[in-house]
Every structure is written in C-alpha cells, then in structure tokens.
C-alpha cells in the first residue's frame, strides 16, 4: 500500500512537472523588417472604370513587387496581390473611389532576409473618363486582313480556321455580318474597290499553282463571283497600298526591274508609274505614300503637297480637307528619340505640341474633323511618371490637348472616323463601334 502511495505521488509530479514545461512560452528570435523605400521604378497604369485600375509592373526581376496596397492618410484601405497573365506581372484593383481624392498606391516585397521593399506612389488621383460608347460588332477569330470599302458603309475581312480562309462582310451600319465564301482562295491580302468588289492576291491561277514569287492580283465581285485577272505581284512582299482614289501600289515580283508599280483601276488597268521605293504605310488609306513622298494621281509622280522638315513625315493629307498632320522627330542629347505632332493648314504649322519621348501616336486611318478638334490615340510606355493611354483631341481654337477616353488596350488598333463622328476600331481581339455619349 506504501508503494502504491509513493507511485502515485511521482506520477503527480511528472504530469505536473510536463504541464509546467507546455505552458512557458518559447524565446522569441522574431524581429520586425526593416523598411525601405526605393526612389524609382518603371511602371504603368490604365484606368478601366471609375472603379477599376490595372498595374503593370516591369524588370519585376530587381524589384520582386508581390502586393499592392492602397492607403489614404497612412490607412490601409485595400490590397490585391501580383498576377501573371501572358508572362506580364500586373496587380488589378477594383475600389470605389472618390473623383479627385489624394490616395497612395504602395507596391511591396515580401521580405527578403531583415527587409521589406516599397514603392510608393503618392498623391494618386483615379478620375476616370469616358466619352464614348463601345459596342463589339465581332469577336476575332484569327482575322488575316481587312479594308473598308469607299463609300465607308462595309468592312470586308478574311479569316483562318480549320485550315481555310472564310471570307467574311460587315454592315457597319446596322452590323449584320454575312459570309461570302467559306473556303477562300487567299485571305493574306484583301482590298475593298467598292461595296460588291474586292481585290485580293492568289498563288493560283487558270489552273495552275504560280511559282517563284509571284501572285496573281485578282478583281472579284463578291455578288456574282465573277473574277479578272489584273496583273501580277510579289508573293513575298507584304506591301500593298489600300486602293485611293483609283490607284493601287501593288510591288512586282522579285525578277522585275524595279520594285514596285501603281496601276489605275477601271473598264481597262494601266501602269501609271513605276518605282524602286518601298510604301511606307500599307494601313494608311488617305493616299499612297512611297518612301516619304506622296503619289499625285493628277500628274502621275511622287511629290510633297507641302514642305515639311527633313526629319518629319506625313501622317494625314487629304487635299479637299482643311487640315494635315506630321510627325516631327529630334533626338536629344543622351540620343533619345523623341516627337512632336504638327497641324498644317494651307501649307502652314498651325499648332504643334511639346516634343515628348517614349510614345506611339496612331491617327484614324479616315479622319473627320469636327469643330475644329482631331481625335487621336496616345499610347507610352512605362516609366516612373504616369501617363495614360487613350483616345486624346486636339483643339485648335484653345491650342491644347485633353485626355478624352482612357483606353488601355495595349495592341495595334486601325481606327476608322466616319462623318458622323462615329469610330470603327479594328482591334486584336475584334471589331468595335464607338458612339459618342
């Protein structure tokens, strides 16, 4: 019984000596993260929405930003985490701002070692503005080429799938889209010469598959599908011109002797002038441009309509229209290139804004200047200033340029502006209209 006793006893103080060790609290080695702020990084922002902001962040390799937080006067107010989409690092925050108020975006590291990396940037504004309508006529599904037609009324497209060209027609009035042939020769090029006929390039003809580099330049009326046979071009070369005013700039076959000629199309299809320039501008649709110069169909030659300087081109000239555009380039001490935008009425600069550097600027391919203001899309690059992509309007009368629609799609676009003021986007992932509000 003694014995029991004494066993029981050093049971107790085991048990009581293990309680004892659960509950005293481990030494601690933590210690909080240092913080560092880093003065300048390369980034970009577009604006989707009044709630909506995409962040794009470059070189993430020397700054592995994993966090996005937004603060207003040193309160957290949300944060998202870093995305990858298409091998692109990017944070998408949807929050319900206020117009005008003065927040904080701060991108973050996790720690590496004793530290945490930011990059703030203060004072960040989200006015959003939006001045058009965007309606989606078609979706892409892999579009091979396209052209308008003269009277602007129809677009006319060819596109890829299970191995065949479909060549399709899009009202752009009411939008109804119609499908002309769904095993098309050759989708590759495709001009519009009227609302029932189009120009498009084969490797066959008669029967036969055409060797070399040559391809068969064939007229096809889209109703009837009767086909003529104009003339023969390059199969290599990618550079034929929209069809202006009844001339086309198609280039010759490697073999010719000079590299590309410009024929007038009607009843009979004449050679009117021949040429070793290259177009420039195979998605420009006001003229025909070789080298930096213009095809002047009334005297069959390359010319300038006006002056302009040595290190400038023509972006837009219409001789019937008020005004024309050019791009002016200078590279600056460290030899970087930058541009200017110049306004020419009757042979004379009438506006042109700062030169400025790390930008794209694509005109609408059918300008329509209205009330003395011309629409244009302004596209940067990242850096640590932020500048926003979108649709931008000159205005003549003030001498100023305004941000009128952000926009950050980010790919080639081909913007027709038709007189109404409506705006037909050829766009990597399909086919919009754009009504004003």
Same mark, same amino acid.
Do not use: C, W
């Given at each position: 019984m003694k014995y029991s006793i004494q066993i029981m006893c050093l049971t107790l103080l085991i048990c009581s000596a293990c309680q004892k060790q659960v509950l005293d609290p481990p030494i601690s080695n933590y210690r909080p993260p240092t913080i560092k702020e880093i003065s300048r990084l390369d980034i970009k922002i577009d604006l989707l929405s009044d709630t909506q902001l995409q962040l794009f962040i470059f070189n993430n390799f020397y700054f592995p930003a994993q966090k996005l937080r937004l603060e207003f006067q040193n309160q957290a107010l949300d944060s998202v985490l870093l995305e990858q989409v298409n091998g692109i690092d990017q944070f998408m925050l949807d929050f319900p701002f206020e117009r005008g108020k003065p927040y904080d975006l701060v991108l973050e590291t996790n720690r590496i070692q004793d530290t945490i990396f930011q990059y703030r940037i203060?004072?960040?504004?989200?006015?959003?503005?939006?001045?058009?309508?965007?309606?989606?006529?078609?979706?892409?599904?892999?579009?091979?080429?396209?052209?308008?037609?003269?009277?602007?009324?129809?677009?006319?497209?060819?596109?890829?799938?299970?191995?065949?060209?479909?060549?399709?027609?899009?009202?752009?009035?009411?939008?109804?889209?119609?499908?002309?042939?769904?095993?098309?020769?050759?989708?590759?090029?495709?001009?519009?010469?009227?609302?029932e006929s189009i120009i498009y390039g084969s490797r066959f003809w008669e029967g036969r598959h055409l060797q070399d580099d040559s391809l068969a330049i064939i007229l096809l009326n889209v109703i009837t599908k009767q086909k003529k046979l104009l003339d023969f071009g390059s199969y290599i070369s990618n550079r034929y011109s929209r069809i202006v005013d009844g001339y086309f700039q198609i280039p010759n076959p490697s073999k010719a002797e000079k590299k590309n000629k410009i024929l007038k199309l009607g009843e009979e299809v004449s050679v009117v002038l021949e040429s070793n320039f290259h177009t420039t501008h195979t998605h420009f649709f006001d003229q025909i441009y070789l080298g930096n110069k213009i095809f002047d169909g009334e005297k069959n030659e390359l010319s300038l309509p006006f002056e302009i300087p040595e290190n400038a081109s023509i972006f837009y000239y219409r001789k019937e229209e008020p005004y024309s555009l050019v791009e002016v380039y200078e590279f600056d001490d460290d030899h970087i290139p930058k541009s200017k935008i110049q306004v020419v009425s009757k042979e004379k600069v009438i506006f042109e804004d700062a030169l400025q550097d790390d930008r794209l600027i694509t005109f609408p391919k059918i300008l329509q200047a209205q009330n003395d203001k011309?629409?244009?899309?302004?596209?940067?690059?990242?850096?640590?200033?932020?500048?926003?992509?979108?649709?931008?309007?000159?205005? %003549?009368?003030?001498?100023? /340029?305004?941000?009128?629609?952000? !926009? *950050?799609?980010?790919? #080639?676009?081909?913007?027709?502006? %038709?007189?109404?003021?409506? /705006?037909?986007?050829?766009?990597? !992932? *399909?086919?919009?209209? #754009?009504?004003?509000?």
């Open positions: 203060e004072n960040y504004q989200h006015n959003y503005i939006s001045s058009f309508h965007y309606e989606k006529l078609v979706s892409n599904n892999h579009r091979t080429d396209f052209d308008i037609s003269p009277t602007r009324k129809t677009l006319f497209f060819s596109e890829y799938a299970n191995n065949l060209f479909i060549l399709k027609k899009l009202d752009l009035q009411s939008g109804q889209l119609s499908i002309l042939d769904e095993n098309f020769e050759n989708g590759n090029m495709i001009r519009s010469l009227s609302e011309i629409l244009f899309f302004q596209e940067f690059v990242e850096g640590p200033e932020i500048l926003f992509n979108g649709y931008y309007e000159i205005d %003549l009368n003030k001498k100023s /340029i305004e941000l009128i629609q952000h !926009d *950050g799609q980010n790919y #080639l676009k081909h913007d027709f502006q %038709l007189i109404n003021g409506t /705006i037909i986007s050829v766009r990597q !992932d *399909g086919i919009y209209r #754009l009504t004003r509000k």
